[in-house]
Nanobody, 126 residues
């Protein structure tokens, strides 16, 4: 059982930056695909960035490519999502999740992930 706790959300103006953290407990997060998802009101949870540390596999959805970056700090069992050049459409509840590896890649859909954090709110104003 893996417990995930996100932090780092907040309110920023368009063009600003935030760094989200996801601390994993109860398991070695490096065994799992780690994903970052966003859910806006009335919308489904969508995958933004997923990674598998052991192979170096990383995927970014087109809307965040070049602006968002996933990184890790092994000593703290923590993954990060650095978000730059934020836009109002980036607003929503952000979740980190852990799921099983699919052969050599990670799925970008929420259904592939078994463990979820509680979420952290990101609001970007224009």
């Amino acid at each position: 059982q893996v417990q995930l706790v996100e932090s780092g959300g907040g309110s920023v103006q368009a063009g600003g930056s935030l760094r989200l953290s996801c601390a994993a407990a109860g398991g070695f997060y490096s065994r799992y695909c780690m994903g970052w998802f966003r859910q806006a009101p009335g919308e489904e949870r969508s995958g933004l960035a997923v990674s598998y540390i052991r192979s170096g596999f990383t995927y970014y959805t087109d809307s965040v490519k070049g602006r968002f970056t996933v990184s890790q700090e092994h000593a703290k069992n923590t993954v990060f999502l650095q978000m730059n050049s934020l836009k109002p459409e980036d607003s929503g509840m952000y979740y980190c999740a852990a799921g099983s590896i699919l052969s050599t890649t990670c799925g970008a859909e929420a259904g592939y992930y078994n463990y979820w954090g509680q979420g952290t709110q990101v609001t970007v104003s224009s």
